[in-house]
């Protein structure tokens, strides 16, 4: 072996002795997630030792809605775990195992998702099968997308990395070089893979052990996107292209008693442009849940101001 050969031998047999102490250090705090209620299984994914108290996060399909799941951890034993609250629109639920010592678990380290960077280096982690691990890698290839995947469902400021998440890698971690979680894999869509931001969450994971769900604005209508008429002098000041017109209305609902009807126009809350169904959604948190909100909505070419108190979505 020429001297040449032998330093390029050398980085990558260190670049290789990284990647595999890497996979070993976090394969410590991913654990499998077998859901079901004993006689059936729901789904079976990767959760992620959140802290030593024996709290597991992992995607909300993956326990669909069983209240019980069965825990393996990386040396092979089982346990089993009651589930602490789901959410559907953010796809996480939080577990906890039962009768865990602190001494059986590992908790995965935790990292900044607001400092994520294009071309940043990741692994994905999975352990769908009882101490068995699997890792594949990749880059960020963005770092915050809203992307609508096959069958509707929409994704919000989503981490997307080329990493291959095969089946099983739900629930499992996205890490970057130093070992540290910056997201948790949910969906792979257009060859890439689609992974929650570390920061949002540690928001919903203790919305989730407080109250068991995430409290949500509710207004009671259906939307979809719809081009904006160029003709409308109230809209020349305004620089968006899309409204969201109103498909159906819930009797009941907060949207119908605020006046509104099909084929209005949603184009603005509280002052602000909305122009997608996600970007609405940002405003309906629990924060406007009993408050008056102020809706601006094109109606018959004029732009209309309606006031609506939008209610707790699981009251609704």
Known sequence: MTERNSGTHSILQSFSDAIVSLAESVGRSVVSVSAGDGSRRFGVGTGIVWNDQGYIVTNSHVVHRSEKAEIGLPSGDTLEASVVGR?????????????????????????NSDRLKVGQFVLAVANAFVGQPSVTSGIITSSRRNIRA????????VVVSDAQVNPGYSGGPLVDASGKMIALNTAYAFNRALSIPVN????????????????????????DAVPLPEDVPELQAVEQDYGLMVLSVSNGSPAKSAGLAMGDVLVGFNGKPVSSYEELRRFLNESIIGKSAKLSVLRGGKLNEFEVTPADDQAA
């Open 87 to 111: 959410d559907r629109d953010s796809d996480l639920a939080l577990l906890k195992i039962q009768g865990a010592t602190p001494s059986e678990l590992d908790p995965i380290q935790l990292g």
């Open 200 to 223: 949002n969450v540690k928001e919903i994971a203790e919305k989730l052990k407080a109250d068991g769900r995430v409290k949500r604005a509710f207004l009671g209508v259906t939307l």
């Open 150 to 157: 096959w069958g509707g469902q929409s994704f919000d400021n």
